[in-house]
Nanobody, 124 residues
Framework: VHPVEDGGGVVQAGGSLRLSCAAP????????MGWFRQAPGMEREFVAAISGDGVMTFYAESVKGRFTISRDNNLYTMYLQMDMLNPEDTAVYYC??????????????????WGRGTLVTVSS
């Protein structure tokens, strides 16, 4: 699977963006998927993860209640709806995939496949 992110851009604080991650292939459902982000000078951090069937979702405390992760296995695509954005959300956002395991992984080193990232900039 080769994830490709899309949907980044510049948005004002309080605004919304939706990121997408496409990974075409009949095996898409066999992968747990995750979103990570990396701000300048910072380590890559977990944002959200979703199980292969889309039933289980997990969020970092910093985004809980503001971000929503989802996936459409028919379209081989995962999404991250980001609402109430603030400048601290500014980062490069990465999509990652991991062959299905239990529990759903949340550490960057547990994921096998990565996209190139999409930049999200939130202005104050």
């Amino acid at each position: 699977v080769h994830p490709v992110e899309d949907g980044g851009g510049v948005v004002q604080a309080g605004g919304s963006l939706r990121l997408s991650c496409a990974a075409p292939g009949d095996t898409f459902i066999l992968f747990n998927m995750g979103w990570f982000r990396q701000a300048p000078g910072m380590e890559r951090e977990f944002v959200a993860a979703i199980s292969g069937d889309g039933v289980m979702t997990f969020y970092a405390e910093s985004v809980k209640g503001r971000f929503t992760i989802s996936r459409d296995n028919n379209l081989y695509t995962m999404y991250l709806q980001m609402d109430m954005l603030n400048p601290e959300d500014t980062a490069v956002y990465y999509c990652a995939a991991k062959s299905i395991t239990f529990p759903v992984p949340r550490a960057p080193e547990e994921f096998d496949y990565w996209g190139r990232g999409t930049l999200v900039t939130v202005s104050s």
